[in-house]
């Protein structure tokens, strides 16, 4: 990956801890994922104990974590930069301006 991007000049390196809040969308997919799961599996099969019934929904949801991992990673990137503050390259010494920017004589 280009550090900083060609294009826009946005900078991808983080500050450790940076993705912590992307387990706020882990959290918010999982629910989506497993909440109706759930519904249709009680709903196929009634005679289950309840206290069983949430072992399928997260049979079902653990070959779904490394995606939902990746996009709750894409989800926090795209909700920071919602807020419209950006590092670029251009702010930090030393490295190139991006394309879309001249350079500073």
């Keep these: ?31 989506l994922i497993m909440v109706p799961l759930f519904f249709v599996f009680h709903a196929l099969l009634p005679d289950w ?10 049979l079902v949801y653990l070959p779904l974590t490394p995606l939902v991992y990746r996009y709750s990673r894409v989800l926090w990137i795209y909700f920071d930069r919602l807020g419209g503050v950006t590092e670029r390259a251009s702010a930090r010494p030393g490295l190139p301006d991006p394309p879309d920017r001249p350079a500073k004589r």
């Design 49 to 58: 104990p309840l206290l069983l019934l949430p072992l399928l929904p997260g």
């Design 1 to 31: 990956m280009n550090d900083p991007c060609p294009v826009c000049g946005a900078l991808h390196e983080r500050e450790p801890g940076y993705f912590i809040g992307a387990m706020y969308f882990s959290y918010a997919l999982a629910i």
